[in-house]
């Protein structure tokens, strides 16, 4: 239901952006949210937005990443900047119902 993109590999202190899309409406789903899982870690939450446009962040990423959402595309964004090597992980977008396949961010020099 969820297809994400915009991964790849990016040195430190660089940037990427993710992108969700949904294949049907998201505007009716209140929380939209990623979640990223390094190798051999759990899975972690990253970042969630309301349908009014609220926004959270966990304390990691805080500062440098921004998530937003666009409901006329059904689309859901994640701009990660100032990219540390502990970002590489792979990224999920989702909501409460459903996540996306993946997609890998490597933060390597």
């Known amino acids: 239901q969820f297809v994400e993109s915009g991964g790849g590999l990016v040195q430190p202190g660089g940037s990427l952006r993710l992108s969700c899309a949904a294949s049907?409406?998201?505007?009716?789903?209140?929380?939209m949210a990623w979640f990223r899982q390094a190798p051999g870690k759990q899975r972690e939450w990253v970042a969630t937005?309301?349908?009014?446009?609220?926004?959270d962040y966990a304390d990691s990423v805080k500062g440098r990443f921004t998530i937003s959402r666009d409901n006329a595309k059904n689309a859901v964004y994640l701009q990660m900047n100032s990219l540390k090597p502990e970002d590489t992980a792979v990224y999920y977008c989702?909501?409460?119902?459903?996540w996306g396949q993946g997609t890998q961010v490597t933060v390597s020099s």
């Open positions: 049907g409406s998201i505007s009716s789903i209140y929380n």
């Open positions: 989702s909501s409460p119902n459903s």
């Open positions: 937005i309301t349908s009014g446009g609220r926004t």
